[in-house]
């Protein structure tokens, strides 16, 4: 633990970041040293013995996770909740009702935003496989991958959507408590992992 106070006492975040860069067309992000995918989903209330077989079907094929690669799955919780609460309280407008939904939407966002006891919490699956110098067909190869992860998933009643960069990018500062609408253009000259945070922020 104390090694890893060190690191972070001295550096910046986003080096410890991966992203370099991301193809539009394929929906791929090149790593250092790697090649990956992100899917975006919400996690289930519940699962069954055979969802976790399904899932561990595509685990134990090497043509899914080859030697190197990684699979990710990470829960994060946003505080952002507005955009459900507008929804819901659009569908209210009869005067008393109004008034109701208005008090209970504030009352939500107070807890979400002021004591943190409300998320919106999304899933992030990354998948990524180093990259070979004879890897003529990797981005064919990965698209492989990635339709089948979400055929997999969707076996299993999670629905899961390609995630590009700027997506990507947006999440992860709202999970550094970014502010929703505080999300600078991406600069497409410069690294990905840069962009993730400020250039001042500090862990």
Known sequence: MQKINKIFDR????????YESYDEESGMFFNRGSIGFVLHGWPLVGTTLQAQGEI???????????NGATLQVMML????INNYLSHWSSFRKEEIFEKLAKRRADFLENRAKEHGTIKDISLLIILTV????TD???????ERRRDVLKSTLRSIGLIAENMNCKELIKILRLSFDWEMDSHPELNQHEILSEQILSSDFLM
């Open 77 to 80: 919780g946003s505080k952002h």
């Open 11 to 18: 550096n910046r975040l986003a080096p410890h970041f991966v």
């Open 136 to 142: 003529s067909g990797l981005i064919v190869d990965m």
């Open 130 to 133: 180093p990259i070979k110098n």
């Open 56 to 66: 561990a079907e595509f685990l134990k094929e090497e043509e899914n996770l080859p």
